[in-house]
């Protein structure tokens, strides 16, 4: 895919930068070539594929979402600058 100094001009312009023309010239040829492996990489054959999240084969392991009691509560409460009930009371950071 060819991508002219005009497309790179506002690319640059929406990421607030400032380039040289020769800049200009040197990201169009590249962003042309890695547009251009991209296209090439359209054209495989990916229905046998199953789609997959991480190729590692990692998996997220949460904890179970379940209530538990501090121990050291009362004390960690004591350390807050201001307190109501039990709930730390913080100021308004929203008008």
Same mark, same amino acid.
């Given at each position: ?22 800049? &200009?010239?040197?990201?169009? *040829?590249?962003?042309?070539? !890695? %547009?251009?492996?991209?296209? @090439?990489? $359209? ?22 979402? &379940?209530?538990?009691?501090? *121990?050291?509560?009362?004390? !960690? %409460?004591?350390?807050?600058? @201001?307190? $109501? ?11």
């Amino acid at each position: 895919m060819e991508i002219d100094e005009k497309t790179v001009e506002h690319i640059a312009e929406l990421a607030r930068l400032e380039l040289s023309p020769s800049e &200009k010239k040197m990201y169009a *040829a590249q962003l042309g070539g !890695i %547009l251009g492996w991209m296209e @090439e990489l $359209e054209k495989a054959d990916t229905s046998a594929v199953t789609p997959t999240t991480s190729v590692l084969g990692i998996e997220n392991v949460v904890a179970a979402d &379940k209530p538990e009691t501090f *121990a050291a509560r009362e004390e !960690i %409460l004591k350390l807050a600058p @201001e307190r $109501e009930f039990d709930f730390i009371k913080v100021r308004k950071v929203i008008e």
